[in-house]
């Protein structure tokens, strides 16, 4: 199994490979907390006027997402693992839509059919299903860009460093990542009340033993898919 770690620029270049489509801080954190109680549907969307089009035809579906870290007006939950940790969202559809994760998603469907979520708490789900499906090659979308260390780039180190006898210690993760800039800004400088919070719970390593998967429905929406292992 080779692992490839890619950022928007050259995604395009994984062809019907699997992605792992990374956000750590918080889409893809948040998707996992909410999903553990078992939605009926899980739909993500590019924008906000579509999530708000799909409110409109079914009242009862919940809104959550954000916009450059902050909550969008007339959403039901932020894009926050601490608002949607203890929901009972059973029996209720889920729209979901951020700055990054959810366009990342949507992106990497256009290069291929096998797209699933990262992030740090359901790490060991992620390791379990890549055994399983034993892919040749894997590409470790960081939607938060190569730049530097950020929390996708050390996700992406974490998967591959496991796969190559080079295992990362987590708690070196998490001191790292309280002194870069994004912690900083979730630590520091908050953008909402749950930023301290949701900042940990998105680092609390594999507490989910399910993935998440990606698809193109009928309806001609992105749904996620809850795989348990």
Same mark, same amino acid.
């Given at each position: 199994m080779k692992l490839l770690i890619a950022d928007d620029l050259n995604i395009e270049k994984a062809k019907e490979e699997l992605i792992i489509v990374i956000d750590v801080l918080r889409a893809f954190s948040?998707?996992?907390?909410?999903?553990?109680? /078992?939605? @009926?549907? =899980?739909?993500?969307?590019?924008?906000?006027?579509?999530?708000? #089009?799909?409110k409109r035809e /079914?009242?009862?579906?919940? &809104?959550?997402?954000? @916009?450059?870290? !902050?909550?969008?007006p007339g959403f039901d939950y932020g894009n926050s693992p601490t608002e949607t940790k203890d929901v009972d969202?059973?029996? +209720?559809?889920?729209?979901?839509?951020?700055? &990054?994760?959810? @366009?990342?998603?949507?992106?990497?469907? #256009?290069f291929t059919k096998e797209v699933i979520t990262g992030s740090f708490v359901n790490a060991q789900a992620i390791v379990n *299903?890549?055994?399983?499906? /034993?892919? /040749?090659?894997?590409?470790? !979308?960081?939607?938060n860009g190569l730049v530097d260390d950020n929390e996708d780039v050390? *996700?992406? #180190?974490?998967?591959?460093?496991?796969?190559?006898?080079?295992?990362?210690?987590?708690?070196?993760? @998490?001191e790292n990542l309280t002194k870069h800039q994004s912690g900083i800004t979730y630590l520091l400088n908050p953008r909402t009340r749950y930023s301290k919070n949701d900042f940990f719970l998105?680092?609390?390593?594999? +507490? *989910?033993? !399910?993935?998440?998967?990606? =698809?193109?429905?009928?309806?001609k929406l992105i749904h996620l898919k809850r795989i348990d292992l």
């Open positions: 948040a998707a996992c907390y909410a999903m553990k109680s /078992n939605p @009926r549907d =899980y739909i993500i969307v590019p924008d906000i006027d579509t999530a708000y #089009k799909l /079914n009242s009862d579906f919940i &809104l959550m997402g954000e @916009r450059d870290g !902050f909550n969008i969202f059973s029996n +209720k559809t889920i729209v979901h839509t951020t700055t &990054l994760g959810t @366009r990342g998603v949507i992106k990497a469907l #256009k *299903f890549l055994k399983k499906e /034993n892919p /040749n090659v894997v590409y470790l !979308f960081s939607t050390m *996700f992406a #180190k974490y998967i591959k460093g496991y796969f190559e006898n080079k295992q990362l210690d987590m708690n070196k993760i @998490r998105s680092l609390e390593l594999s +507490k *989910f033993n !399910f993935v998440l998967k990606a =698809y193109l429905s009928k309806d």
